[in-house]
């Protein structure tokens, strides 16, 4: 089941993702980084998500990044990625951080390569780290 209650694949009809997303930030305070909820949706119905942490001062844990799966492949993942920078920088966080392994999301090792090369993308940096496990980082402006 996935973050939004559906399974993978049990809409399978595509959404389409409008250009612009409305976005819902939930903080613990205005201050903080932790525990922060950013949700994405069409208007009315819920697209995707991130959640982040504080793992030190200064830095941002992206503990989950998520589309739905009708979503997908649409350029969400890259907006909420965005936002979620854009969210950080103004909270005065120096860099983000987050790990890509095998979990509900990212069965294979295919996919954890794949899912890793797309944040190496969009400006992150990779380690290894074990078997199918990989620690990404980027420096925040």
Same mark, same amino acid.
Not at 9 to 15: H, L, R, T, Y
Not at 42 to 68: C, H, P
Not at 81 to 87: G, I, M, N
């Given at each position: 089941?996935?973050?939004?209650?559906?399974?993978?694949?049990?809409?399978?009809?595509?959404?389409?993702?409008?250009?612009?997303?409305?976005?819902?930030?939930? $903080?613990?305070?205005?201050?903080?980084?932790?525990?922060?909820?950013?949700?994405?949706?069409?208007?009315?119905?819920? $697209?995707?998500?991130?959640?982040?942490?504080?793992?030190?001062?200064?830095?941002?844990?992206?503990?989950? $990044?998520?589309?739905?799966?009708?979503?997908?492949?649409?350029? $969400?993942?890259?907006?909420?990625?965005?936002?979620?920078?854009?969210?950080?920088?103004?909270?005065?966080?120096?860099?983000?951080?987050?790990?890509?392994?095998?979990?509900?999301?990212?069965?294979?090792?295919?996919?954890?390569?794949?899912?890793?090369?797309?944040?190496?993308?969009?400006?992150?940096?990779?380690?290894?780290?074990?078997?199918?496990?990989?620690?990404?980082?980027?420096?925040?402006?």
């Amino acid at each position: 089941m996935d973050e939004l209650g559906q399974r993978d694949g049990e809409n399978e009809e595509k959404v389409v993702v409008p250009e612009q997303v409305e976005w819902e930030t939930r $903080l613990p305070h205005e201050s903080a980084t932790m525990g922060t909820d950013i949700f994405a949706f069409d208007g009315e119905n819920q $697209l995707g998500k991130a959640y982040l942490s504080d793992r030190a001062a200064g830095v941002a844990w992206i503990e989950l $990044l998520y589309v739905i799966p009708p979503a997908r492949r649409q350029g $969400l993942g890259a907006k909420i990625l965005r936002f979620v920078e854009a969210h950080c920088s103004a909270h005065g966080v120096r860099e983000i951080q987050g790990e890509v392994s095998i979990n509900d999301y990212t069965v294979t090792e295919e996919e954890v390569e794949e899912t890793a090369a797309w944040f190496e993308e969009r400006g992150f940096t990779r380690r290894k780290d074990g078997e199918a496990h990989w620690v990404i980082s980027k420096a925040i402006k």
